[in-house]
């Protein structure tokens, strides 16, 4: 007879120590009292909304946005924007993110380096303001359950980098992270071709010593820098023409949610799109006449 | 027959709510329960043995009571309650002790329940959003305690490889908040003022402690095998967790922000250990989904865990805390189980 056993017969219906009886645990979920609008990837609605109020008179009277082909941009389900990067501090991902937020009413995520975590203020303001870091895990999630907009910049942080004498040569798509992305969560890559984001900020010189100092990617020193002294010149914007043109969606004939996909076949659909992307940069360079006025 | 349950950690905080649990359980025939120190909670029929940090004595007792279901509470993941040497006691060689006795030659034991903790998954920049149950952590472990509990899910890994017939579950818990648990995070939640570090508003989870020990138990209940993120719904950021307790926030530096926080814990004001200064600065979600899946439904989102904190907290504040309505008197829980002079009414 295993021990415990005598005194288990006399236990099963009543208690040994008679407790209180604790009231009855309801199992119902009860609300969820959220008091801020940040969701689960930072992002705040209300934060945006004022961003695009001080933002909007930047991208009209400032940029002077012109968008061609936004109409290929879906106005529902899950897409991956791809662009051109460029500017010391980009201004290529707010002009992008806000034209589209207000041309289509669709709020867009942008992927960035997750080393703007940890940056304090910047990072945090960077979240509320839509970014997100590119993790292949984030994209899926909000490429293919929350079906939403996402902006990456398949150079990462080699195209603000590089200096104003590489203008419109673009750097090597990464590892063509950004097509399996697309191709796992089974969404279309919309390219999208900017023009004027590298004059608004042009890098002239880079200061690698200090940059492993404080452990950033680079530190630039801007034309802006010259003009408008070191302090303004750090976020205050030459007034350069912004073009942008949104290419023919790609779709992937393959099936979402793999495991793995061929890495030939990534590297030669990144490379298809690098191509048509950088050919599309010449095109629009040929037909502008001004840097200033487009 | 009835289940035969042990739970380790018997006199802390989960080990006891887990006990209490499993004796309104008709199906739990017998309930052992081991720990370094006596019991918190009243409980009607769990026999407290006393055991020593490592649990050497583990295999006489699950073979000697014929347990069939150890539930392992006593992942210590708390890093300010112990020093460093003896938390990787705790968690390392007492895991160890369990599952060389669960798994030694004719052991009954068909089931493991261990609660571990989202600590497994660290808290880096490089971190995605939400963590899935595989997903990898994306940094080398940094604190003593993430390290240990990495271990002990290694050693339980093992364990349930070399022992199919054994219903192995491993629950990783988010950050608990609730009326009565003390944690690191809940005592920098208690005061006037909340420490946060300067220009990060990490997003945060939670879950609160009625949730955990119904987790425990349904877990236990229905037998669910593998690994389970558990945590609320929703990701808050850390200023809104304060302005629903309604502290305000007190600036840490961005940079040597240990050194910074260093004299609150020599003052006795606030112990913030590394693991929680890094969540400060760049939060963690784990992804509850496969558990709602299993059949779990959660009642409090994070939200609501902070929430049902904050209330305790406000009636805390004012009136208290309340003393301790239960102490563990050894002679007198050993005279109403044991004592033929105890009138007991089995059909009563």
Redesign the interface.
């Given at each position: 007879m295993?021990?415990?056993d005598r005194?288990?017969?006399?236990?099963?219906?009543?208690?040994?120590?008679?407790?209180r009886p604790?009231e009855a645990?309801t199992?119902?979920?009860?609300?969820?009292?959220?008091?801020?609008d940040?969701d689960?990837?930072?992002r705040s609605e209300h934060m945006r909304a004022v961003a695009r109020q001080i933002y909007g008179p930047l991208y009209r009277q400032w940029f002077r946005v012109e968008w061609q082909g936004l109409e290929k941009i879906p106005t529902s389900g899950g897409a991956l924007l791809v662009a051109n990067h460029a500017a010391a501090i980009p201004s290529d991902a707010p002009v992008i993110m806000h034209g589209i937020e207000e041309e289509l009413g669709r709020p867009v995520y942008g992927l960035a380096d997750?080393?703007f975590?940890?940056?304090?203020?910047?990072?945090?303001m960077w979240s509320r303001l839509g970014g997100?870091?590119a993790?292949?895990?984030?994209a899926f999630?909000l490429l293919r359950e929350q079906r939403q907009l996402v902006l990456v910049f398949p150079e990462g942080t080699k195209g603000p980098g590089k200096l104003y004498q590489d203008r419109y040569r673009l750097r090597r798509f990464g590892r063509g992270g950004f097509v399996e992305m697309a191709m796992r969560a089974g969404v279309p890559i919309v390219p999208i071709a900017v023009v004027g984001a590298e004059e608004s900020m042009p890098t002239l010189a880079k200061v690698p010593a200090l940059a492993r100092a404080l452990g950033v990617p680079y530190v630039p020193i801007t034309a802006n820098h010259l003009v408008f002294g070191p302090v303004v010149g750090t976020v205050a914007y030459f007034p350069a023409k912004f073009k942008l043109r949104v290419l023919d969606p790609v779709t992937f004939q393959v099936p979402p949610e793999q495991e793995r996909y061929s890495k030939s076949r990534v590297m030669d659909e990144a490379e298809t799109i690098r191509v048509k992307l950088q050919d599309n940069l010449y095109d629009m360079l040929r037909d502008r006449r001004s840097v200033w006025f487009g | 027959m009835?289940r035969?349950v042990l739970i380790t950690g018997l006199g802390t905080f989960w080990g006891g709510r887990m006990a209490?649990a499993l004796?309104?359980d008709?199906d739990v025939?017998?309930i052992?329960g081991l720990d370094t120190v006596t019991p918190s909670v009243?409980?009607?029929?769990t026999?407290y043995v006393r055991a020593d940090q490592s649990y050497s004595i583990l295999s006489r007792i699950v073979r000697?009571?014929?347990v069939d279901t150890i539930v392992h509470t006593f992942l210590v993941v708390d890093s300010t309650r112990m020093s460093g040497r003896a938390l990787n006691e705790t968690n390392v060689i007492g895991t160890m002790n369990l599952l060389a006795a669960a798994s030694s030659a004719g052991a009954p034991v068909r089931q493991i329940v261990v609660k571990s903790s989202s600590l497994v998954y660290g808290s880096s920049?490089?971190?995605?959003?939400?963590f899935?149950e595989e997903?990898p952590r994306t940094g080398p472990p940094g604190t003593r305690v993430e390290s240990s509990l990495l271990e002990a899910e290694g050693y339980l890994r093992d364990f349930a490889e070399d022992n199919p017939h054994v219903v192995v579950s491993l629950l990783r818990f988010a950050n608990v908040l609730g009326t009565e648990i003390v944690t690191a995070t809940s005592q920098a939640l208690e005061r006037q003022t909340a420490p946060y570090?300067?220009?990060?508003?990490p997003?945060l989870q939670f879950v609160e402690e009625?949730d955990v020990v119904?987790c425990l138990e349904f877990v236990t209940r229905h037998g669910v095998a593998g690994i389970y993120n558990v945590a609320g719904?929703?990701?808050?950021?850390w200023?809104?967790v304060a302005?629903?307790c309604g502290t305000r926030l007190l600036p840490l530096p961005?940079v040597l922000t240990n050194v910074a926080a260093a004299p609150l814990r020599q003052l006795g004001l606030l112990d913030l250990p590394a693991e929680l200064l890094s969540l400060l600065r760049?939060g963690r979600?784990i992804d509850n989904r496969r558990l709602k899946e299993a059949g779990f439904?959660?009642?409090?989102?994070s939200?609501?865990a902070v929430?049902n904190f904050a209330r305790a907290r406000r009636l805390r504040r004012t009136v208290g805390s309340a003393p301790p309505e239960y102490t563990y008197e050894r002679d007198v829980?050993a005279f109403?189980?044991?004592s033929p002079a105890?009138v007991?009414?089995?059909?009563?």
């Amino acid at each position: 007879m295993p021990a415990g056993d005598r005194f288990v017969e006399a236990t099963r219906p009543a208690a040994l120590v008679p407790l209180r009886p604790r009231e009855a645990d309801t199992e119902a979920p009860l609300e969820d009292p959220r008091l801020s609008d940040v969701d689960e990837w930072g992002r705040s609605e209300h934060m945006r909304a004022v961003a695009r109020q001080i933002y909007g008179p930047l991208y009209r009277q400032w940029f002077r946005v012109e968008w061609q082909g936004l109409e290929k941009i879906p106005t529902s389900g899950g897409a991956l924007l791809v662009a051109n990067h460029a500017a010391a501090i980009p201004s290529d991902a707010p002009v992008i993110m806000h034209g589209i937020e207000e041309e289509l009413g669709r709020p867009v995520y942008g992927l960035a380096d997750h080393i703007f975590k940890t940056f304090p203020v910047i990072g945090t303001m960077w979240s509320r303001l839509g970014g997100v870091a590119a993790h292949p895990e984030n994209a899926f999630r909000l490429l293919r359950e929350q079906r939403q907009l996402v902006l990456v910049f398949p150079e990462g942080t080699k195209g603000p980098g590089k200096l104003y004498q590489d203008r419109y040569r673009l750097r090597r798509f990464g590892r063509g992270g950004f097509v399996e992305m697309a191709m796992r969560a089974g969404v279309p890559i919309v390219p999208i071709a900017v023009v004027g984001a590298e004059e608004s900020m042009p890098t002239l010189a880079k200061v690698p010593a200090l940059a492993r100092a404080l452990g950033v990617p680079y530190v630039p020193i801007t034309a802006n820098h010259l003009v408008f002294g070191p302090v303004v010149g750090t976020v205050a914007y030459f007034p350069a023409k912004f073009k942008l043109r949104v290419l023919d969606p790609v779709t992937f004939q393959v099936p979402p949610e793999q495991e793995r996909y061929s890495k030939s076949r990534v590297m030669d659909e990144a490379e298809t799109i690098r191509v048509k992307l950088q050919d599309n940069l010449y095109d629009m360079l040929r037909d502008r006449r001004s840097v200033w006025f487009g | 027959m009835g289940r035969r349950v042990l739970i380790t950690g018997l006199g802390t905080f989960w080990g006891g709510r887990m006990a209490q649990a499993l004796e309104r359980d008709p199906d739990v025939e017998m309930i052992v329960g081991l720990d370094t120190v006596t019991p918190s909670v009243a409980l009607e029929r769990t026999e407290y043995v006393r055991a020593d940090q490592s649990y050497s004595i583990l295999s006489r007792i699950v073979r000697a009571a014929q347990v069939d279901t150890i539930v392992h509470t006593f992942l210590v993941v708390d890093s300010t309650r112990m020093s460093g040497r003896a938390l990787n006691e705790t968690n390392v060689i007492g895991t160890m002790n369990l599952l060389a006795a669960a798994s030694s030659a004719g052991a009954p034991v068909r089931q493991i329940v261990v609660k571990s903790s989202s600590l497994v998954y660290g808290s880096s920049f490089q971190d995605p959003v939400w963590f899935r149950e595989e997903t990898p952590r994306t940094g080398p472990p940094g604190t003593r305690v993430e390290s240990s509990l990495l271990e002990a899910e290694g050693y339980l890994r093992d364990f349930a490889e070399d022992n199919p017939h054994v219903v192995v579950s491993l629950l990783r818990f988010a950050n608990v908040l609730g009326t009565e648990i003390v944690t690191a995070t809940s005592q920098a939640l208690e005061r006037q003022t909340a420490p946060y570090v300067f220009g990060f508003d990490p997003l945060l989870q939670f879950v609160e402690e009625g949730d955990v020990v119904r987790c425990l138990e349904f877990v236990t209940r229905h037998g669910v095998a593998g690994i389970y993120n558990v945590a609320g719904d929703g990701r808050l950021p850390w200023s809104e967790v304060a302005h629903i307790c309604g502290t305000r926030l007190l600036p840490l530096p961005p940079v040597l922000t240990n050194v910074a926080a260093a004299p609150l814990r020599q003052l006795g004001l606030l112990d913030l250990p590394a693991e929680l200064l890094s969540l400060l600065r760049f939060g963690r979600g784990i992804d509850n989904r496969r558990l709602k899946e299993a059949g779990f439904t959660y009642r409090y989102t994070s939200a609501g865990a902070v929430e049902n904190f904050a209330r305790a907290r406000r009636l805390r504040r004012t009136v208290g805390s309340a003393p301790p309505e239960y102490t563990y008197e050894r002679d007198v829980e050993a005279f109403f189980r044991h004592s033929p002079a105890v009138v007991r009414h089995p059909e009563a």
